[in-house]
């Protein structure tokens, strides 16, 4: 016969498996919420609503709707990543591997548009999501720093400027473009002239040449 705490543990593995569900419901529910509605203009009763869970467990799992934005922030962030990785992981020819990364990013924003436009709009006026924002801006500045600084060319590209202040600058340009394409202003709706636009910037900061090979 099974010991008691046997129990109390097959009792959990099976209450875990609903919860989860749930609160992956309470995620989709605002991310779907965000593709038509701001982010300021939606409510938790409302979240709780598309979700279709009670008020109980909404904040069983998120203490406010902020928490659930933040969520969804960090998953996009983590996409933003991968999406940086032929550059970062400094395993391609640098021009390649920033227009390869530059295009998925844009691809990313077009995915989560309404989740990542949420976070550009709110941050400025919410502490929270400003503490947020900023932490996860600085993942991929120190990203940025941590190329630029294994590669000897870059370097001397910017021999005697601040690596983390040109990192930090091209990686908010990024963020303000990627932006702007999502808001649907001009030109940057054109996926070709934003993606050529930060490739350029990006080549031209820290590399001599466009053909440059490592």
Do not use: C
């Not at 498996?17 to 409510?43: D, K, M």
């Not at 976070?119 to 720093?145: K, N, P, Y």
């Not at 590669?151 to 340009?173: I, Q």
């Amino acid at each position: 016969m099974p010991s008691s705490r046997a129990q109390q543990n097959a009792r959990r593995s099976i209450a875990a498996a609903p919860t989860a569900e749930l609160r992956e419901r309470v995620l989709s529910a605002l991310r779907n919420l965000l593709h038509e509605r701001s982010f300021e203009s939606v409510s938790v009763a409302e979240i709780i609503a598309a979700a279709g869970v009670s008020r109980a467990s909404f904040y069983f799992y998120f203490p406010s709707k902020q928490a659930v934005l933040a969520e969804l922030v960090r998953r996009a962030v983590g996409q933003g990543h991968e999406a940086a990785q032929p550059w970062t992981g400094g395993q391609q020819v640098p021009h390649d591997a920033l227009r390869a990364g530059v295009s998925s990013g844009a691809q990313l924003w077009q995915e989560n548009a309404g989740v990542l436009k949420a976070i550009v709009e709110s941050w400025g006026s919410d502490d929270q999501l400003r503490e947020l924002w900023l932490e996860q801006m600085e993942t991929f500045t120190a990203a940025a720093v941590a190329r630029i600084e294994s590669d000897p060319e870059a370097l001397r590209r910017l021999s005697g400027v601040d690596v983390h202040a040109v990192a930090a600058s091209l990686t908010w340009l990024g963020e303000r473009l990627y932006y702007l394409a999502a808001a649907g202003v001009q030109p940057f709706t054109d996926r070709d002239v934003l993606v050529d636009t930060l490739t350029h910037a990006w080549v031209s900061t820290l590399y001599a040449d466009p053909s440059h090979r490592p």
